[in-house]
């Protein structure tokens, strides 16, 4: 199975600041990269997907890049409503893997 | 509007089985691959299984093969998870989810089940 690894694990971080996040994936995924964003008791909200793509709805802050087995989140200018934990998410080969999260608290 | 509504969840003891449903809407149900992710308490997500749009095919996490088995019924605009010879480690919020192709704009994610493995 593909391994997705996200850094960090959690980071603190002020609103306004520009955060990104890294996911790296133990083999070539091409772009079938997507990014979910969970607050607590809620389900995860699909973020970004094919890499870069926005999903409808989702503010102009996020984006994402990368290719092969290297892929950022970043979002631009932290709000307060953007705390939450993050995760990658692969299905270029079965089965289907997410990364182990990355928790963005308030500095 | 898209629903997905799990529902079945429930307290059981080691060992035992229990049936997952989740009724979908608002969409062409059988269209759509469809996807079990779990979520153990405090923990991360873990795709669990999935099965194709006519139901020709399905797939399973090694952690939970042979003893679960996903399914839908497309008149029905359902999907279940039967689960036998639960374990402790099988506790989680289980998700129906629509399409989990990271590469597609259509995922949808129902709220979740509770299921609960103790004595």
């Known amino acids: 199975a593909i391994q997705m690894t996200q850094s960090p694990s959690s980071l603190s971080a002020s609103v306004g600041d520009r955060v990104t996040i890294t996911c790296r994936a133990s083999?070539?995924?091409?772009?079938?990269l997507g990014w979910y964003q969970q607050k607590p008791g809620k389900v995860p909200k699909l973020l970004i997907y094919?890499?870069?793509g926005l999903q409808s709805g989702v503010p102009s802050r996020f984006s994402g890049s990368g290719s092969g087995t290297d892929f950022t989140l970043t979002i631009s200018s932290l709000q307060p409503e953007d705390f939450a934990t993050y995760y990658c998410?692969?299905?270029?080969?079965?089965?289907?893997?997410f990364g182990q999260g990355t928790k963005l608290e308030i500095k | 509007e898209v629903q997905l509504v799990e529902s079945g969840g429930d307290l059981l003891q080691p060992g035992g089985s229990l049936r997952l449903s989740c009724a979908a809407s608002?969409?062409?149900?059988?269209?759509?691959?469809m996807h079990w992710v779990r979520q153990a308490p405090g923990k991360g997500l873990v795709w669990v299984s999935s099965?194709?749009?006519?139901?020709?095919?399905?797939n399973y996490a090694d952690f939970v093969k042979g003893r679960f088995t996903i399914s839908r019924d497309n008149a029905k605009n359902t999907l279940y998870l039967q689960m036998n010879s639960l374990r402790a480690e099988d506790t989680a919020v289980y998700y129906c989810?629509?399409?989990?192709?990271?590469?597609?704009?259509?995922?949808?994610w129902g709220q979740g089940t509770l299921v609960t493995v103790s004595s």
């Open positions: 989810v629509r399409d989990l192709d990271p590469s597609s704009s259509s995922g949808y």
């Open positions: 608002g969409f062409t149900f059988s269209n759509y691959w």
């Open positions: 099965i194709t749009n006519d139901g020709s095919g399905t």
């Open positions: 083999q070539d995924i091409r772009y079938d």
């Open positions: 094919a890499t870069s």
């Open positions: 998410l692969q299905d270029y080969n079965y089965p289907p893997t």
